[in-house]
């Protein structure tokens, strides 16, 4: 296996670009890789206990790497080697470090582990964040709902439990529903906390599930994960374990609305009809076809021949994911009549608009909706990606365009999508990435 280098350093990102030259058809089969978000809180788990695990399948994207990294500045020796994952926690120190933390937003969810483990926690706040305002209160009231003293230092989050903490009832509904990692932390902290702790309002997306899957090979004991109410017996240590990643559905579902935007016939393979229905029933109702194998671990999609418009609103699973919203919105872009994309989860997210609106989009962005006005083509243009899944939408949009895009920024689209060129080549799409 290959070991990280020392310290807390991240490498330095290339400012790569994407050019995609458009309107090629896609063809072909490509394998989904791991889940980037089962992958971040699951390795944020193995801090949970003194022994080394494994995980498999962990995508080699930037946000998983720098995820390696914090757990190797807190303590834990770190190995790599292609998708699998050794983490050996034996001693961890309780403060993860700023220069790492705030490169990525999901660093909070090592916080249950820590407070759990060490009884004490240090994590910076995280700043802003340009899919809207991302509050960090639930997980704070989560740790305080398990009796953790949590403190305000220069910017930090300090939790401390000298004593260890007690299990508790808590209720993780936020304004716009339950939080996802919020619910990871508490599940994390709880499975090693005195007492019974109950999880009201708890999110129930795949990736939650594949962390208590974890947890509880592990040696913790939850009961309704994937429901809204999460129970969990706190016990005294957890054993090192191996673990194999679900598919990523984002990036299957990305895929998708490729097939269905600019192919010819394409397959997906390891993915799981059951957490793509959402993708694949709007997939349908916009007309095109989307077949899954008796097992449903493998998708075929194809564009349908009279492709219609129509409404999605985002929410939490098994609603319609806010991560497929601007991949959805790029597709709808070329998609005859009207629709219209409300996002109920980050209202602000609809950054990768502007940007589609410069390749001869009719959209119309109002109080966390767009309203799409489907043109018959779409036309290159510079454009700079704003997120990840923003990145995600342009890369859509540019296949289907005439002419070549310039996708700049490719950064973002690194964090969380493994080999995405790669992938695209191999289905015959014509992309190149180059340095700026
Ligand atoms: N919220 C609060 N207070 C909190 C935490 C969240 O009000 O303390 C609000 C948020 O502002 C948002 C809603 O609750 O309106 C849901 O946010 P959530 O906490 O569920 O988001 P998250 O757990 O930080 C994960 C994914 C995101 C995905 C969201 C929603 C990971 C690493 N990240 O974030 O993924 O959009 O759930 O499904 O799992 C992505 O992959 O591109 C991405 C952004």
Redesign the pocket.
């Known amino acids: 296996m290959l070991r990280l280098p020392d310290g807390p350093k991240i490498p330095s990102l290339p400012m790569d670009k994407l050019l995609v030259h458009g309107n090629g058809p896609l063809k072909g089969s490509i394998n989904i890789s791991g889940s980037?978000?089962?992958s971040?809180?699951i390795l944020a788990a193995t801090l949970l206990s003194d022994q080394p695990s494994i995980i498999r399948r962990v995508p080699d994207v930037s946000?998983t790497n720098y995820m390696l990294q914090i757990l190797r500045a807190l303590g834990a020796e770190v190995e790599r080697s292609s998708g699998t994952v050794r983490s050996a926690p034996s001693e961890i120190s309780p403060e993860a470090p700023y220069d790492l933390v705030r490169k990525m937003?999901?660093s909070?969810?090592v916080m249950g582990p820590l407070l759990t483990r060490v009884g004490r926690a240090k994590i910076s706040l995280p700043g802003g964040c340009v899919?809207?305002?991302?509050?960090?209160?639930?997980?704070?009231?989560a740790m305080q709902g398990l009796g953790a003293k949590v403190d305000m230092e220069a910017g930090d989050i300090v939790l401390s439990a000298p004593e260890g903490l007690v299990g508790g009832e808590i209720d993780m509904r936020?304004?716009?529903?339950?939080?996802?990692?919020?619910?990871?932390n508490l599940m994390m902290a709880a499975v090693l906390a005195r007492g019974t702790t109950v999880i009201d309002s708890a999110?129930s997306?795949p990736?939650v599930v594949d962390l208590a899957n974890f947890l509880v090979k592990m040696g913790a004991r939850i009961s309704g994960a994937g429901t809204r109410r999460v129970v969990i017996e706190g016990v005294d240590s957890l054993n090192g374990v191996e673990h194999t990643i679900i598919p990523d559905r984002?990036e299957a579902g990305t895929f998708m609305v490729a097939g269905a935007m600019a192919g010819q016939g394409v397959t997906l393979k390891r993915v799981r009809a059951d957490h793509l229905a959402a993708a694949t029933s709007t997939l349908q109702e916009a007309g095109h076809i989307v077949q899954f194998n008796s097992d449903g671990n493998e998708v075929h999609i194809s564009p349908g021949e009279t492709p219609r418009g129509c409404d999605i609103s985002t929410g939490?699973?098994p609603g319609f994911?806010?991560?497929m919203q601007a991949q959805f919105t790029a597709m709808f872009a070329t998609t005859p009549g009207l629709s219209v994309v409300e996002d109920t989860?980050?209202p602000q997210r609809f950054m990768h608009c502007s940007e589609m609106k410069r390749m001869g989009a009719d959209i119309k962005v109002d109080n966390g909706r767009a309203l799409i006005r489907g043109v018959s083509s779409l036309s290159a243009a510079p454009v700079m990606a704003s997120?990840?899944?923003a990145s995600a939408a342009l890369v859509l949009a540019a296949l289907r365009a005439h002419g070549t895009t310039e996708i700049n920024r490719l950064y973002h689209i690194d964090?969380?999508y493994e080999n995405i060129d790669e992938k695209i080549l191999q289905l015959g799409g014509n992309v190149e990435r180059v340095p700026d």
């Open positions: 980037k978000n089962a971040l809180p946000d937003r999901a909070i969810c899919i809207g305002d991302r509050p960090v209160d639930l997980h704070i009231k936020g304004k716009h529903g339950p939080t996802v990692l919020g619910t990871d999110a997306e990736e984002i939490p699973f994911p806010t991560d989860i980050f997120d990840l899944r964090r969380g």
